[in-house]
C-alpha cells in the first residue's frame, strides 16, 4: 500500500499545565516498554462528507490539544533514572500528529483481517532517538481515495494499559464532539506504592518472574527470536463459543467457582492448540500468560479513572503432553488457579519482589528500545493472551459517527495473542494471533476441528 506524508507537526497542551517529575509504579516498569497501536477506520455519511477535510483535520488537532490539558503527561518525555527505572517528566514538550494520504479505497482493506495492511497507516516511533526524546503518543491521520480515512494511534505501554488507553482515547473523542470530560484522570501512582519503600510481608512465588521454558535441548531464546512469523485473525461464533464452554465444563465441579468463563476457556484451547501446531514432545514445558487488571482486586480499589499500569502478567505452567492428552477442563483450570491466585496481597507481593531487585532489565522487553534480545519473550513454547472482551473497544465517535471498523495495529512477536469481541455486535469473538510461519496453517487447523 502507498502512503504518502503530507505533513507531521507537534501538538501540545492548550494551557499550561502542572510540571515536574511523576514517579511510575513498578507495574509501570515491566514488561512491554514499547508502544502500542491501534487503528480506527471511517467513512461518514454524505452530509458528514461534504464538510471540507480541513475541517476534520482541525477538530481533531484542537480536541487533542485540549485533551492533553487534563492528560498532561502524555504531553511529558520518560527518563532513565539508572538499574533499568524510569520517571515521567511532565514538560509538556508534546505530541506528534501526521497527516497522511493514500490511494487505497476502504473496500480494499476487505474485512480488515490482514495486520500487514495497517503497516503505513501506523505511526512510526523512532528507537533510535535517545528515551528523552521519543513523543509518548503518535497520531496519523490517513485520507483515502474513496473519501474513508483511518485515525491510528500508539501510546507508550509505560505509560497507559489497554484500560488507561481506550480512557484517553474516548475522552478525545468526547471534546471533539463539544461534550465535557466524562471521567477525571487519576494519575498518583502512590497508590500503587510508587516510589516508596517495599512493606515487609510474607512473599509469595512469583512464577511470572521465574525464566520462563525454554524448548527442550535448548539454552536461550535466540534462535526462537530470529524466526520468521506471521499474523492471523480467527473468528469464533457465539455457538462455538458455547460449545467449548460445555467441553470445557463436562466433568467440573461446580462447587469451584462455577463454570469456566469465555476468557479460561478460550485460553486454555489456544494453548493446545498452539502445543500441536508447534509439535512439540510431550515433556515439553510450556507457559501462558495471563494479564490480570489490579484495579478492582487491589484493597482499597484504585480509584476510578486510575491511569496508569494496574495490570499483572502472571503465567500458567504444565507440559504439552499434560494438555493434550487430557480434556480441555484440565487446560481451562491451570488458568483459572493462575487468575484466583491474584489477591490484593499478591499484587503488593509482586510489587516488593520488584522493589527489592537491583535493576530491572530483566523483568522488561526491551528489544525495540536497545536492540538487545534482552527481556522477557513468550514465543515457542510459550504463549500471551490478552483479554479485551470487557473494554469499551468500540463505538469511538469524535462527530462524524462511529467507526466501520476498530482494530489492533499489530499482533507481531511469536505467542502474542489478543481477544477481542466481534465488531458486528453479534456475541462472536476474534482472535488475533501471531505464530512462526511454519506453525500458523497447522494453529488454524486444530483451532477449529477441535471445536467440533
Excluded at 511510575?24 to 516498554?33: K, P, R, W
Excluded at 471511517?42 to 462528507?49: D, E, I, Q
Excluded at 483481517?113 to 501506523?122: A, G, N, R, V
Excluded at 519473550?377 to 462527530?399: A, M
Aim: glycine share 8%; proline share 6%.
Amino acid at each position: 500500500m502507498s502512503v504518502s506524508i503530507k505533513s507531521s507537526c507537534n501538538l501540545e497542551p492548550n494551557a499550561k499545565t502542572k510540571p515536574g517529575r511523576l514517579s511510575l509504579s513498578e507495574l509501570d516498569q515491566i514488561g512491554i516498554m514499547t508502544h502500542i497501536p491501534t487503528i480506527y477506520f471511517y467513512k461518514p455519511s454524505v452530509s458528514n462528507w461534504l464538510q471540507p477535510f480541513t475541517s476534520i483535520i482541525n477538530v481533531l488537532k484542537d480536541s487533542l490539544s485540549r485533551v492533553l490539558v487534563p492528560f498532561y503527561p502524555l504531553a511529558g518525555r520518560l527518563h532513565w533514572i539508572g538499574h533499568g527505572r524510569l520517571e515521567l517528566d511532565c514538560n509538556a514538550m508534546g505530541v506528534t500528529f501526521i497527516e497522511a494520504e493514500s490511494q487505497s479505497k476502504l473496500e480494499d482493506f476487505g474485512d480488515f483481517s490482514q495486520f500487514s495492511e495497517y503497516q503505513h497507516l501506523i505511526p512510526h516511533v523512532d528507537y533510535t532517538l535517545p528515551l528523552h526524546e521519543i513523543p509518548l503518543l503518535l497520531v496519523q491521520l490517513t485520507r483515502f481515495h474513496c473519501g474513508g480515512f483511518s485515525i491510528s494511534l500508539t501510546l507508550s505501554h509505560v505509560v497507559v494499559d489497554g484500560q488507561s488507553a481506550l480512557h484517553f482515547i474516548s475522552e478525545w473523542a468526547r471534546i471533539a464532539r463539544g461534550e465535557p470530560l466524562g471521567t477525571q484522570p487519576f494519575f498518583d501512582r502512590k497508590v500503587l506504592r510508587a516510589g516508596g519503600p517495599p512493606i515487609s510481608r510474607t512473599l509469595f512465588h512469583h512464577k511470572e518472574f521465574d525464566e520462563l521454558p525454554l524448548l527442550i535441548g535448548q539454552s536461550n531464546n535466540s534462535e526462537e527470536r530470529r524466526k520468521k512469523t506471521t499474523a492471523s485473525q480467527l473468528k469464533i461464533t457465539k455457538a462455538q463459543v458455547e460449545k467449548l464452554k460445555s467441553k470445557a465444563n463436562e466433568s467440573k465441579s461446580m462447587d469451584n467457582g462455577g463454570g469456566y468463563t469465555r476468557y479460561e476457556t478460550l485460553t486454555a484451547h489456544v494453548w493446545r492448540s498452539a502445543c500441536k501446531a508447534r509439535e512439540h514432545k510431550p515433556e515439553q514445558p510450556t507457559a501462558m500468560g495471563i494479564c490480570i487488571d489490579s484495579r478492582k482486586r487491589m484493597q482499597p480499589p484504585l480509584p476510578d479513572g486510575y491511569f496508569g499500569n494496574a495490570i499483572l502478567d502472571v503465567i500458567a505452567v504444565s507440559t504439552s503432553g499434560e494438555l493434550v492428552s487430557k480434556p480441555l477442563g484440565f487446560a481451562s483450570s491451570k488458568i483459572r488457579d493462575a487468575i484466583q491466585n491474584v489477591t490484593s496481597e499478591y499484587i503488593n507481593s509482586a510489587i516488593d519482589f520488584c522493589k527489592n531487585q537491583q535493576d530491572l532489565t530483566k523483568f522488561q522487553d526491551i528489544y525495540a528500545l536497545r536492540g538487545t534480545d534482552e527481556g522477557p519473550f513468550y514465543g515457542n513454547p510459550n504463549l500471551e493472551l490478552v483479554s479485551w472482551l470487557t473494554l469499551p473497544i468500540y463505538g469511538l465517535d469524535f462527530g462524524w459517527g462511529k467507526e466501520i471498523y476498530m482494530g489492533l495495529g499489530s499482533v507481531d512477536f511469536d505467542g502474542d495473542a489478543f481477544l477481542v469481541p466481534s465488531h458486528d455486535s453479534d456475541g462472536s469473538l476474534v482472535l488475533a494471533i501471531c505464530l512462526q510461519a511454519d506453525h500458523i496453517k497447522a494453529f488454524e487447523k486444530y483451532f477449529y476441528e477441535d471445536i467440533i
